[in-house]
């Protein structure tokens, strides 16, 4: 082995360069770092190199004309693995262990040679492995392979070999004496050429095969008792019966009882498995495949030995019969919808379950379905257009897959839309006048604080459907606007409330929502006199900001002064309630106070509240009913009277102002003492439910705190001081997050500090944290405020 070794253990490689205007001295200097001379390897990482070559490789060199390589061989032994490493595999198998064993068999398992050097790590699939066994013999060396005397041994070559999900290859060696000691150990191996090269064996590892237990044949052989039929599906049948050991069993299945020549075999040599038999309730299983779905089938079984090479049989067995099932239905197809509609067509679209169907849409005007009509697309469509629909018309519609048996699945969602109006229904309603406008006009008035939009008829005619009005009076060019005017022509109104359409009007911190019928008023109608065409009627509806109208205390929100008028040419009324109410939202603009909405009455000239109130789950708008125009506003009920006189009061009202609170008290207390219960109970209740509390002691979330690791104990409930606040909210954020924080860089320090708590002031000051890191004195007490101040920074990095 050694001998093909020395003849490539060195190789000098000497380059001549042809060029000129070029220093020889100065390039060559170069050529180290340039050439990076390697051994070639082929496609599956092994180097090229047999007993009388060498293939080598290197970066080629400008302006280098030619090459002259030179070989020299050498007598001194050199490390064969640093010339190559993986030519032959000198490193010994590892990992080699025994998994199971039975009466003939030992399934061993040990870790492949990979490739060197390459990731992930992938098995070398040039090397073949010589399993070596032989039985074991007292003064054997188990320990030092080497000296293992292999002559002896059985060898059973793999050269195609499985690895199992663990990374380790698993082999069963057969054919072995029951009740015998063997010894294994395994060998890598590879070939180059002619020659054989071997690793080091691996650690020897012995099993014992178990004793063989022979069943005597029966003298008799037992009829086969308790056959029964466990399950259907629609082709097959589960059986089982009493299990009777070392016979075999015949099957038989018939769909006529009566008929005697009607009997099949399903199988006529079944010996149960291990896997196929309940030693606990002593069955055993077999199941009958290929057989028709819905179909009523007769079973029985016998039981045989085989002895002087003739089948003895039992009796058969009392018959049993069970029907199989119907072939299953298909499955539903997903995603049903809609992708267009108009007034008298829909398309629908779809996504498949599973490939080879037809689908049936079925589509009605009402949602029991009677009088439905039904069509069929083709197999594998995901898009149908039906046709022939009335205008105007509510319908809904369900989709099924259908299997070639004509069987169908179970419907999709119920889906339900209204088809478009037909706008030949307004011809000769109203004045035929052809609409050249855009669907919107806006116009801004600096000088008189106005914005008006107008919904025009051309709106109506593109959008004959359900999908409410936007109104959006936020985008605006002028900041003087504090008037927001819509603007709807007599006849447009009459359509849109027979579009039953809905409007949603954008307004700097407020919505409103409402159906066109909540301004269809019947005031409008006495403006129609006689001669005067509908479409010189308009009705405006007019949201206006009245903060410096109305001197409301303490408002966190716009003061909006809603007025409902309508005009003709010559004549404006205004209008004092809605036949509908109108739905008003309004901003909160503090959502960590407790705030309630007012609503002007202008009858009684004083601020009352709205009926049915109802506060968003963040607390950051309310929502209520109009029934009459007026002014509406949101008031401050109360607040944390104490924050501005915090010397954190900014980070204070900055974390009230991110994050709710569900704490309805005047003042925070914020020069009181926190204790470590307090502050526990407040970061669960945090983690919990999103939101802020008090300082008081929770008892089921002092619990939880020391079961996250928070807090060390239940008991303790000492005031805390500044570092340990700091520890304590640190830990928070690393369990809250699942981010812990590396502090190793850091430098900075306080020498007065507890050493337990040094790390968590490192990593709070690395966080930005610590905001009073120059001042910061550990042992001063933590008060609410400082509590909080700090809390803010942890919150703001979440």
């Given at each position: 082995m050694y001998k093909n070794m020395k003849r490539i253990a060195s190789i000098v490689l000497l380059i001549l360069f042809l060029f000129s205007y070029f220093n020889l001295q100065s390039f060559s200097q170069t050529l180290s770092t340039s050439l990076n001379v390697t051994v070639q390897r082929d496609n599956s990482g092994v180097y090229k190199i047999t007993k009388n070559s060498i293939s080598i490789i290197w970066n080629a060199i400008e302006d280098a004309v030619s090459y002259e390589v030179y070989a020299a061989s050498s007598n001194s032994q050199?490390?064969?693995?640093?010339?190559?490493?993986?030519?032959?595999?000198?490193?010994?198998?590892?990992?080699?262990?025994?998994?199971?064993?039975?009466?003939?068999?030992?399934?061993?398992?040990?870790?492949?040679?990979?490739?060197?050097?390459?990731?992930?790590?992938?098995?070398?699939?040039?090397?073949?492995?010589?399993?070596?066994?032989?039985?074991?013999?007292?003064?054997?060396?188990?320990?030092?392979?080497?000296?293992?005397?292999?002559?002896?041994?059985?060898?059973?070559?793999?050269?195609?070999?499985?690895?199992?999900?663990?990374?380790?290859?698993?082999?069963?060696?057969?054919?072995?004496?029951?009740?015998?000691?063997?010894?294994?150990?395994?060998?890598?191996?590879?070939?180059?050429?002619?020659?054989?090269?071997?690793?080091?064996?691996?650690?020897?590892?012995?099993?014992?095969?178990?004793?063989?237990?022979?069943?005597?044949?029966?003298?008799?052989?037992?009829?086969?008792?308790?056959?029964?039929?466990?399950?259907?599906?629609?082709?097959?049948?589960?059986?089982?019966?009493?299990?009777?050991?070392?016979?075999?069993?015949?099957?038989?299945?018939?769909?006529?009882?009566?008929?005697?020549?009607?009997?099949?075999?399903?199988?006529?040599?079944?010996?149960?498995?291990?896997?196929?038999?309940?030693?606990?309730?002593?069955?055993?299983?077999?199941?009958?495949?290929?057989?028709?779905?819905?179909?009523?089938?007769?079973?029985?079984?016998?039981?045989?030995?085989?002895?002087?090479?003739?089948?003895?049989?039992?009796?058969f067995s009392s018959p049993v019969f069970a029907r199989t099932q119907k072939v299953p239905p298909p499955k539903t197809p997903i995603a049903f919808g809609i992708k267009e509609y108009g007034k008298d067509y829909a398309v629908f679209v779809w996504e498949i379950a599973e490939t080879g169907r037809k689908y049936v849409i079925?589509?009605?005007?009402?949602?029991?379905?009677?009088?439905?009509?039904?069509?069929?697309?083709?197999?594998?469509?995901?898009?149908?257009?039906?046709?022939?629909?009335?205008?105007?018309?509510?319908?809904?519609?369900?989709?099924?897959?259908?299997?070639?048996?004509?069987?169908?699945?179970?419907?999709?969602?119920?889906?339900?839309?209204?088809?478009?109006?037909?706008?030949?229904?307004?011809?000769?309603?109203?004045?035929a006048i052809q609409d050249t406008t855009p669907p919107f006009i806006t116009a801004e008035d600096p000088v008189s604080g106005r914005m008006i939009i107008e919904i025009t008829y051309r709106y109506v005619n593109e959008s004959l459907d359900s999908k409410p009005v936007l109104i959006d009076f936020t985008k605006r060019t002028s900041s003087s606007i504090f008037q927001f005017v819509i603007k709807i022509r007599y006849d447009v109104l009459k359509a849109l409330v027979k579009l039953n359409k809905d409007c949603i009007v954008t307004l700097d911190g407020a919505t409103s929502q409402f159906n066109f019928a909540a301004i269809d008023s019947s005031d409008i109608d006495k403006l129609t006199v006689f001669g005067v065409s509908p479409s010189s009627i308009y009705t405006e509806l007019t949201f206006i900001r009245a903060s410096d109208k109305y001197n409301v205390k303490d408002a966190i929100s716009e003061v909006y002064d809603i007025r409902y008028t309508a005009s003709n040419l010559t004549k404006q009324v205004g209008i004092s309630y809605f036949p509908m109410p109108i739905k008003i939202s309004l901003v909160n603009r503090e959502p960590w106070s407790v705030a309630i909405p007012y609503v002007f009455d202008l009858t009684s000239l004083s601020w009352k509240e709205p009926e049915n109130a109802e506060f968003a789950s963040d607390n950051k708008s309310v929502t209520f009913n109009l029934q009459t125009p007026q002014a509406t506003v949101i008031v401050r009920k109360s607040f944390y009277r104490d924050i501005i006189s915090s010397s954190y009061a900014t980070k204070l009202y900055n974390l009230f102002k991110t994050i709710a609170s569900d704490d309805t008290s005047d003042t925070i207390g914020i020069k009181n003492s926190v204790s470590k219960q307090e502050l526990a109970s407040f970061l669960v209740y945090f983690a919990e439910k999103k939101r802020l509390y008090r300082f008081e002691i929770i008892d089921d979330y002092v619990k939880k705190a020391y079961k996250a690791g928070i807090i060390e104990n239940t008991q303790d409930n000492s005031i805390l001081t500044k570092e340990a606040a700091v520890d304590m909210m640190v830990r928070f954020y690393e369990i809250y997050t699942g981010n812990e924080i590396l502090a190793d860089d850091v430098t900075w320090t306080k020498l007065s500090a507890d050493s337990k708590y040094i790390l968590s002031l490192k990593k709070a000051y690395k966080m930005g944290w610590l905001f009073d890191h120059v001042t910061f004195n550990p042992k001063e007490t933590a008060t609410r405020e400082y509590v909080l101040a700090f809390f803010y920074h942890v919150v703001s990095s979440m």
């Open positions: 050199v490390d064969f693995q640093t010339v190559s490493e993986n030519i032959i595999p000198t490193i010994a198998i590892t990992l080699l262990s025994v998994v199971y064993t039975t009466y003939d068999s030992v399934i061993l398992s040990w870790q492949p040679v990979t490739i060197a050097g390459v990731q992930p790590p992938t098995v070398d699939r040039s090397i073949f492995y010589e399993v070596n066994f032989a039985v074991y013999q007292d003064g054997m060396d188990i320990t030092n392979p080497e000296n293992l005397d292999i002559a002896g041994f059985q060898k059973i070559i793999l050269s195609d070999y499985q690895v199992d999900q663990s990374g380790k290859i698993v082999f069963r060696v057969s054919s072995l004496l029951p009740n015998t000691r063997y010894v294994f150990f395994v060998r890598a191996v590879r070939k180059i050429d002619s020659s054989t090269y071997y690793s080091l064996p691996s650690n020897v590892v012995m099993a014992t095969t178990l004793i063989k237990y022979e069943v005597p044949l029966p003298s008799t052989v037992p009829v086969v008792e308790n056959l029964s039929v466990v399950t259907t599906t629609y082709n097959s049948a589960l059986l089982s019966w009493s299990y009777i050991e070392n016979v075999y069993f015949e099957i038989q299945v018939s769909e006529d009882i009566k008929n005697a020549n009607a009997w099949q075999v399903a199988s006529d040599s079944f010996k149960p498995s291990i896997k196929e038999v309940d030693y606990t309730t002593g069955l055993c299983y077999f199941t009958v495949q290929n057989l028709k779905p819905d179909t009523l089938y007769y079973f029985r079984v016998r039981a045989y030995i085989i002895k002087d090479n003739q089948k003895v049989y039992s009796d079925e589509i009605a005007d009402n949602i029991s379905f009677s009088n439905s009509k039904k069509y069929t697309t083709d197999t594998d469509a995901t898009e149908y257009k039906v046709t022939g629909l009335k205008p105007n018309t509510r319908y809904w519609a369900r989709l099924f897959a259908m299997a070639s048996d004509g069987q169908l699945s179970q419907s999709t969602e119920i889906i339900s839309f209204v088809t478009k109006k037909d706008v030949s229904e307004y011809t000769g309603v109203f004045d």
